[in-house]
């Protein structure tokens, strides 16, 4: 059976794959928040010198790390990909975002602080959902603009900010939250995904909550 993405929300978004238990943004994290029923892996790209998508959240060191078009084998039909494009505009040169949204289905999403590049992806792919991290130069009725969705950082989120985006259409996503009882605070406030390193215990507070509506 294919993967879809869930028509319902809440979301519950493996952040750097179940990086509670595994090592971030590898092979093994990301097999492991298939396991625990997450909806989404959401993974950091940087771009190698030859411009390759390289998954890892810092600049590339000595370790090996997998190419996006590794992980995008490794899971296709699995779980949905949210792929953040990280410091874009340092690879602009490299066609970082072209090369990222070649290896991506209709059903992943593309993720980033950087407004420009959200903006070049979406004129190319104007199909594809974007979630704009908002709250950093970036206001959340500027992400309206071209963006499904906004990431707000956890300790910022407020019933104002819930509020601009839900009266502009826009999707709500919270990271990165790896306590229960937070969880649980977010999801009464109707919030659409969640980012966490603990895929399981999010999706245990997420079926608790069905439980109890």
Do not use: C
């Amino acid at each position: 059976m294919s993967h879809r993405p869930p028509t319902d929300r809440p979301l519950v978004i493996a952040h750097r794959g179940a990086s509670w238990d595994e090592p971030e943004n590898t092979l093994r994290a990301f097999e492991r928040a298939i396991a625990v029923g997450a909806d989404f892996i959401e993974l950091d790209v940087h771009a190698a010198p030859d411009g390759t998508p390289l998954v890892v959240h810092d600049p590339p060191g000595a370790a090996a790390v997998p190419t996006l078009a590794e992980v995008v084998e490794a899971t296709r039909g699995r779980i949905g990909l949210m792929v953040e494009l990280k410091s874009p505009h340092r690879y602009r040169g490299r066609r970082i975002v072209e090369r990222t949204l070649a290896l991506l289905g209709d059903d992943d999403l593309v993720l980033s602080f950087e407004r420009r590049a959200l903006e070049r992806a979406h004129a190319l792919r104007p199909r594809l959902r974007i979630v704009q991290h908002v709250g950093f130069g970036v206001s959340i009725r500027a992400a309206a603009a071209y963006a499904w969705g906004v990431g707000l950082a956890d300790e910022r989120v407020t019933s104002a900010s819930l509020t601009a985006a839900r009266r502009l259409g826009l999707a709500t996503t919270v990271y990165t939250v790896n306590e229960a009882g937070r969880m649980a605070d977010l999801l009464r406030l109707g919030v659409d995904g969640i980012y966490s390193d603990r895929p399981d215990v999010l999706r245990a507070e997420v079926e608790r909550l069905r439980t109890d509506a």
